[in-house]
């Protein structure tokens, strides 16, 4: 869920709804158990970034594509706040993955994560871009969330959950079109 796209949206069909709900749970559990971590407190703070950028991103392409659909634009403008605020949490998740990163390994090999993370920073930017556009009349329609959604294997009638999806690849969740 960290690299779906929040336009097109992938996953968005198979993730449920409780899923920021269950993502700040394991959040609050962590954070709470985070004294006991002693020399490994980095690690578990790389996860706690995580978690606080899946309990805010989890269900947000899903809530941007309803607003968009029901034409809603007040939750829109709220939508973009969170676009924002989710922006700035994947900056921390960045910055404490690579803290760990170079803790824990050489250089090498770093400048892949740097080149997702910050895609998905980027798109997320593109977003915001689109969504106020859109608000102000510049843009007409947002054509990635007029597409009809699919589960991840293409799937309209039963919809596979994100639970069942085993894919932890970058290049076929980000999007349809990765090819390199």
């Known amino acids: 869920l960290l690299y779906n796209d929040i336009l097109i949206g992938l996953l968005d069909a198979s993730t449920e709804a409780h899923y920021p709900k269950l993502y700040n749970k394991h959040y609050n559990k962590m954070k709470k158990a985070m004294p006991e971590y002693g020399a490994y407190t980095y690690i ?7 978690l606080k950028v899946l309990k805010n991103k989890a269900r947000l392409g899903v809530e941007l594509r309803a607003a968009y659909k029901s034409k809603d ?18 900056v921390e998740f960045k910055n404490a993955f690579m803290y760990q990163w170079y803790k824990e390994n050489k250089a090498f090999g770093y400048e892949i994560q740097d080149l997702r993370i910050g895609g998905i ?12 556009a859109y608000l102000n009349g510049t843009l007409d329609r947002i054509e990635e969330l007029e597409a009809e959604v699919l589960d991840y294997y293409g799937n309209k009638a039963e919809i596979q959950k994100s639970h069942n999806i085993a894919e932890f690849r970058y290049k076929p969740v980000v999007s349809v079109g990765v090819s390199v």
């Open 73 to 90: 634009k007040v939750l829109l403008e709220k939508l973009v706040k969170k676009l924002k605020t989710t922006q700035k949490l994947i």
């Open 44 to 50: 578990f703070e790389t996860q706690l970034a995580l």
């Open 121 to 132: 920073i980027q798109r997320i930017d593109t977003a915001i871009l689109k969504v106020k």
